[in-house]
């Protein structure tokens, strides 16, 4: 293989960042002609879109250079469009798990509730807070559309993404309504959340665009089943390692606090693991914790180190090794164009290989 320009996320994030920035700024000069009062909406929207690692978007762009696309701007226009759809499943999200930070800033839901305080406006500021932001996503999502529609890439390459590019959406919504429902009915198996992981993260990640990518270049049929073999494992196990920084992650690093997805009750593999692994009374502390808002650092760390002495943490660890191992086989295709290939392997490295 030959080796790519530079990281294949930094050679794609400029030209995203841009494309985003100017549609941005043309839409919020709209809003701001709706009335002077959206502009702290507009506001939480660009302070969310400015974070992130824009892994979408690069695994869009070379799943279009490995079908022979080239480096046009109407695909960093079509790739950036991820970004808004990645932003409304996020500010959702953090509706729906009550979270308090994203990205190391205040969530939106939380940052419309302070404007609410602030004002002295009356009702409640968390109702507020959360109806604001709800509608800030969508928007997001609608404006995501709007993107990928008016990129300026032909109407038949338009055209032939749509597959990919609305079933990632559907994905996406229901793989964040499976999580919801695994919460309340106590889920408890590893499949369950391999499931949810799937749906809610891991093929709106990588798959679908790659996916988007091979179809708008025109190979969406032949690449589609080779971007699966890699796409699918490698979603599974950034989700893997994304989960495991939700309990035993840096914050500085992660922009959350440690043990969030503890206190949200979030039926990971990782929670699976340990509770099939662990003893009766052990298992019963742990059931009993997750999902209190209100867990102490002693609390999350006991929780945290149940994991690791159960051996759930070293057989999450393995899983995302067998998926990495899935992924890099699957590279070997000579369907993907050389340098594609060279770049989507060192997206590999960047999707997994995040440290504690």
């Known amino acids: 293989m030959t080796s790519s320009p530079s990281s294949p996320v930094s050679y794609v994030r400029p030209a995203v960042d841009a494309a985003l920035d100017g549609f941005i700024r043309d839409h919020r000069a709209l809003l701001l002609e709706i009335g002077a ?25 070379w799943g279009w250079r490995g079908a022979g696309g080239t480096d046009v701007p109407e695909i960093f226009t079509a790739a950036a469009a991820l970004e808004l759809l990645q932003a409304c499943a996020l500010i959702h999200d953090d509706v729906i798990d009550n979270s308090d930070t994203r990205r190391g800033l205040p969530s939106t839901h939380r940052r419309l509730a302070r404007l609410h305080r602030e004002s002295g406006w009356s009702g409640s500021a968390e109702e507020f807070g959360q109806g604001a932001a709800i509608l800030i996503g969508d928007l997001c999502l609608a404006w995501s559309d709007e993107m990928y529609q008016g990129s300026g890439l032909p109407a038949e390459a338009l055209a032939a993404g749509r597959r990919p590019f609305d079933a990632m959406r559907t994905e996406v919504m229901a793989g964040q309504y499976l999580d919801t429902l695994e919460q309340v009915r106590d889920g408890e198996t590893a499949e ?40 699918r494992p490698l979603g599974l196990a950034f989700q893997l390692r994304d989960d495991l920084l939700g309990v035993f992650g840096d914050p500085e690093r992660t922009g959350k606090p440690a043990g969030d997805d503890l206190r949200e009750g979030k039926r990971t593999v990782l929670v699976a693991e340990t509770l099939s692994r662990a003893g009766a009374a052990d298992a019963a502390e742990f059931r ?8 102490s650092p002693e609390t999350i760390a006991w929780m945290g180190g149940l994991a690791e002495d159960s051996g759930a943490l070293a057989a999450c660890e393995r899983l995302i090794d067998e998926h990495v191992a899935q992924a890099t086989e699957a590279l070997e295709s000579d369907l993907i164009a050389a340098e594609a290939r060279s770049a989507l392997a060192d997206l590999i490295v960047a999707a997994t290989a995040r440290k504690f």
């Open 192 to 231: 369950a959340a391999l499931r949810v992981m799937d749906y809610k993260s891991a093929k709106y990640t990588v798959e679908r665009p790659l996916h988007l990518g091979a179809a708008l270049a025109g190979r969406y049929d032949d690449l589609a089943p080779v971007y699966t073999a890699y796409g």
């Open 37 to 61: 009062e959206l502009a702290p909406a507009a506001d939480a929207l660009e302070a969310m879109l400015s974070g992130g690692k824009r892994l979408r978007p690069a695994f869009c762009f």
């Open 288 to 295: 009993r914790h997750l999902g209190d808002p209100d867990l």
